[in-house]
Structure formats: structure tokens, C-alpha cells
């Protein structure tokens, strides 16, 4: 009848509209199902679940992504690591014994063997292919005439390909009717699967995907901490370390300092104990590593305010972590913190993050992680801009001197809006600078430079730091003195 219908559901996951590409998670690790040569963007713990499978009792990947996204994560790149030796699974459509199309599922693994393929023929000419996933109809491609008309739909089919990737063996023939068939079952290899094969499919995490945090989620490995390290410092983004489920301070503090004595230190930031997340079983809870929940967090911050605030105090509050592995009070806490350990508190009863330091030495310039946060996110956002701008002709009036440097500004003036950036003022109260310089003229561009196509700019910046401590001194005094 007339009239306006409301309907109401229930959303987990990211709680503000704004999404940083700085809010970003990449993760490594295990999956049930999906591929494993390309990284595969989530925004939602059901979007995971469609592609790569529901939670596998052997790997942490899964519950970190949903503690991720339930912590307030809005944007999480997913990269699949199965063994050298990997099988996917097939099944190859005939026509009169001719080989016809092949179906291939798309990721390694015995999945593959819940994958069905039936066709139809509403015609003597035309076919239809239907895909069946746990013997539910997921896909049809609907009436086809050939067999490249069939590959075209399911290979950009959104749903399909989730599933399968279709390949062409004759386009002159059509498929033979076959009743709902199983793909062949493949294998992950996944007990071959070592760091070096995570440190790979890190290597799918490109430049083209911007800044953000990364991690791996079924190694802790010194290994894999260290190669994380490097490849944050390549794409310029943030490692997210932590040790064993029952590690102690002082193995954490071992952590930290090992990554403090390699280069490149300030991309990294380490965090202890394990945080405690509830199971779809009412009352079974599970322990897994806390950087699913500080990625979470981190992303909420960079979303709400900027790079500039850290994942740590009030605005770390959990509310789907429920408990630690260990209990840290103040006096470790504290220690953690000399050693450049990020501990994970209970603080009136909730779960926070207690810490904001990196790993690096250079405590003037990065002591905190928010710093290296904020030159990572102007780097991608130069990278993002500036790019217009190549092959722009150099003329002699500089046009592209005043165009470089007006985008570099734009950028700059915006994290200093933020709060990111620290402009000076004299004792009078008088701005000297805004926290930032950009340079982009004939001095640091000769003709001789000009004429084999390099145009450089020069930015200098001054990152905002942060409040970690506040120490108030409380006077009493007596009634017949005065109160200071």
C-alpha cells in the first residue's frame, strides 16, 4: 500500500564516513579459499568471508581482520600465501569429446571440490552455464551463443570470479548438457608455507596501493618482523610487530630491541600481550595477535582526526576486545615503554593501547610512530599528486616550477590544518614559519639538469609530537598560608 517503508539492520565495522588511505591495513597470512597472485581489497568482514572463507582453526588471519574491522577499520588489502607446490582445482567442458571451455577455481586448494558445474541448452545453439558453491547457485552466466560469449560473462562477473576464472579451449564449439559436476580438488601446499613465502606475497602489496599499516598475521618470526620492516620502509608505510601468545616483557622488549639495531627502525612499532576476542559460539573466546585490534584503532584515528593522532588513550577504548593474554600494570608499562614497547592496557576496565612509540634510536626526530605516519602519508599524497604533472612541458617562464610547488603547498597547508604539522612562533606570539618550506625554483634546477627532463623540489617539515605524559604538582596548604 501508499506510504514510506523503513527498514533498520545492524552494521559492524568502520563508524565515520571519512576513510585516509593512511587508515589502510595490509595483511599476510592463511585462507581457507581465494587467490593467492593478486592483493584482494576488503571493507568488511563479510566482503573477507566472500572471497577468501570462513575462519580456519590454523591461522590467525581471519579473526584479525575481523577484529580489524571491528574496532572501527574501514580499508584492509588481503594477500593469500599458500606453498610453492599449490593446485587449483578444474574442470574442463567437452563437446563430442572436443575440449570446449576449461573452469579453473580461482585460488589453490581443496575448496575447489565445492565448486559445481552445471549446463543447459535452452536451444539447439545457445547454453548456460551455472555455478554452484556448497550446492547453492551463486552464477549463471544466462543464455550464451559461444563459448567466448560464456568466458567474457563469468571472467567479469564480480560474483563468478570469486569463485572461478573461465578460459577458452574452441570458440566453435558449445559445450555438451552436463549435469552439476564438481571442479577436480586442489591443495594449498599449505605446510611447505615458510617466511620467505610470506615475505613474497608481501611483494603484492604494490606502490600503486598507497600508505597504510602492514602485517602478517600466522608469523611473529624475527624473519618476518625484520622483512616486514623492510618492505614498510620501501612503500613507506608502518610495520605492526608483536612476539608468541605467551611471550614475557622481556621478550618483547627482546623484540623491540633487535628491530632497533636494524635500519629503518622508525617504520616499525611493536605491540604486547595478545588481546582476548569473542567466537561465534556464545561464551568461547579465543586469543589473537593485538594488531588486528591496533590497526583497527589506528584506522578510527586517522579517520576521525589525521596521521598526527596516535592509536593509543581514549580513542583506543575497545569494544570487541574483551581481555589480554597478560595483565600490564604500570610499572611494566612503563619499562615497556623505555625499551620502545607499545603495551596494551586494562584502563577502567577496558582494553587500551598504553604507548605510541616506534622503534627507531632517533628519538628527536621519531620517537613516536605518528611521525614517520605523517611523512608517509605527505610522501603518498605527493606521489598521488604530483603525477599530473609528469610529462608537463618545462618552458621559460618555470610554469611547472609555480605548478609543483602550489600542489606541494596544497598538501602541506592541509596537514598543518590538521594539527600534523608544528608551526614556530617567537616569544611575541609572531608565526616565523607554518611547520613546513617548499622550494621549487632555478637554484636547485640548472638548465643542464633541465634538458635531461628532472625537475626537483625540496620540502622541509616539522612533524607534531605527542602528549604521552602529564605530571601536575599538587601543593597543600595550610590555613594560614596563602594557596600557590
Given amino acids: ?19 585516509r588511505q593512511s587508515s589502510q591495513l595490509f595483511i599476510v597470512g592463511l585462507a581457507e579459499r581465494g587467490p593467492s597472485t593478486e592483493a584482494v581489497l576488503v571493507e568488511s568482514i563479510a566482503e573477507f568471508e566472500d572471497v577468501f572463507g570462513p575462519y580456519k582453526s590454523d591461522s590467525y588471519l581471519h579473526p584479525l581482520v575481523e577484529c580489524f574491522f571491528e574496532e572501527g577499520g574501514t580499508r584492509a588489502y588481503v594477500a593469500r600465501a599458500v606453498g610453492a607446490s599449490a593446485t587449483v582445482g578444474e574442470l574442463t567442458l567437452q563437446s563430442g569429446g572436443d575440449d570446449a571451455m576449461t573452469i579453473t577455481a580461482n585460488g589453490a586448494g581443496d575448496w575447489s571440490s565445492d565448486i559445481e558445474v552445471q549446463v543447459e541448452h535452452p536451444s539447439g545453439s545457445t547454453f548456460k552455464v551455472n555455478l554452484f558453491f556448497e550446492n547453492s547457485l551463486v552464477y549463471t552466466t544466462g543464455t550464451v551463443s559461444s563459448v567466448p560469449q560464456a568466458v567474457g560473462r563469468i571472467n567479469l562477473s564480480a560474483v563468478a570470479s570469486r569463485y572461478v576464472v573461465a578460459s577458452v579451449d574452441d570458440e566453435t564449439l558449445i559445450p555438451a548438457v ?15 608455507v615458510t617466511d620467505s613465502t610470506y615475505t613474497s606475497a608481501l611483494e603484492l602489496f604494490n606502490d600503486a596501493l598507497g600508505t597504510g599499516a602492514v602485517a602478517c598475521a600466522d608469523s611473529y618470526s624475527n624473519t618476518i618482523s625484520a622483512n616486514l620492516v623492510t618492505h614498510a620502509n620501501a612503500y613507506s608505510r608502518i610495520a605492526l610487530l608483536y612476539p608468541a601468545e605467551n611471550a ?31 567466537t561465534t559460539v556464545a561464551g568461547v573466546t579465543r586469543f589473537i595477535p593485538p594488531v588486528g585490534y591496533v590497526a583497527g584503532k589506528r584506522a578510527n584515528a586517522h579517520n576521525q582526526t589525521g596521521p598526527h593522532l596516535p592509536a593509543a588513550g581514549l580513542i583506543s577504548s575497545a569494544r570487541f576486545v574483551s581481555g589480554l593474554k597478560t595483565d600490564i600494570n604500570k610499572t611494566v608499562g612503563d619499562d615497556l615503554d623505555e625499551y620502545s614497547v607499545n603495551a596494551l592496557r586494562i584502563i577502567q576496565n577496558t582494553v587500551r593501547i598504553y604507548g605510541a612509540r616506534s622503534c627507531s634510536s632517533d628519538t628527536d626526530n621519531f620517537r613516536y610512530i605518528t611521525q ?23 618552458d621559460g617562464r618555470n610554469t611547472i616550477f609555480a605548478n609543483v610547488e602550489a600542489r606541494l603547498v596544497v598538501i ?7 594539527g600534523a604539522l608544528y608551526p614556530a612562533f617567537d616569544v611575541n606570539g609572531k608565526q616565523l614559519d607554518n611547520g613546513y618550506t617548499v622550494k621549487c625554483d632555478t637554484s636547485i634546477n640548472p638548465a643542464s639538469q633541465l634538458q635531461t627532463g628532472l625537475v626537483k623540489a625540496r620540502v622541509g617539515l616539522r612533524v607534531s609530537s605527542v602528549g604521552d605524559q602529564i605530571e601536575i604538582d599538587i601543593v597543600k596548604s595550610n590555613l594560614t598560608a596563602s594557596v600557590v
Fill in 412 to 418: 602541506l597547508a592541509a596537514m598543518r590544518d590538521l
Fill in 1 to 19: 500500500m501508499p506510504g514510506v517503508v523503513i527498514s533498520t539492520s545492524v552494521r559492524t565495522g568502520p563508524s565515520t564516513a571519512t576513510v
Fill in 178 to 192: 552436463l549435469a552439476a559436476t564438481a571442479l577436480s580438488a586442489g591443495d594449498a601446499n599449505q605446510s611447505s
Fill in 248 to 278: 614475557t616483557a622481556a621478550n618483547a622488549k627482546t623484540l623491540a630491541t633487535t628491530i632497533q639495531a636494524a635500519d629503518h627502525a622508525e617504520h616499525a612499532a611493536v605491540y604486547h600481550p595478545w588481546v582476548q576476542v569473542p
Fill in 372 to 394: 614517520q605516519d605523517v611523512v608517509n602519508s605527505i610522501v603518498s599524497e605527493c606521489y598521488r599528486s604530483l603525477e599530473d604533472l609528469v610529462f608537463s612541458p618545462i
